[in-house]
């Protein structure tokens, strides 16, 4: 990787804001992260807590997307490490393991999204959608990863994957 950007936060300091726009994504080094929908507001809703050596923010480094949560530092002491998107090919060259856990959390994400979708035609073809639990801004965030997920694998197949895997052998 070109730079290494080491950020640290104190419980309650905000990394990134739902809606903003940057082409980073975030590793986890210490600490704990939560992932907070409509942060400071009433209707406030976390919707993770990531653990160290966890990655997130991926849709900003591969599409530069809006974010759909605040990243708030949990703990006192926090540390990440920002990756940008012109350090992603150097960072997933090196950290292979942590890609591989991306692309299956996000594979997790995307089955949550199937089952969220089937429940939610179902619903709708009783017309029973007000039964639906999930709120209408995680259901687009789901969404929104799907399209992450597809954008990852066309990167890869764009980056000759087949090749890098290859060569690394």
Known sequence: MKSENIITLHRGEVLYHQGDYR????ELIQGQVNI???YGKGSELRIATLEEGQCFGVSGVLECYPRIATAV???EETVVKEITAEDFA???LENQDK???IMRHMGALLRQMDSDYARLSRAEAEKRLEEIPRPDHVRAALLRLAAEWDAICDAMARAGAMDMAGKIR
């Open 23 to 26: 082409s980073t994504m975030f």
């Open 36 to 38: 907070v929908v409509e």
């Open 73 to 75: 530092a949990a703990q």
């Open 90 to 92: 150097g960072y997933f």
């Open 99 to 101: 890609v591989y856990d």
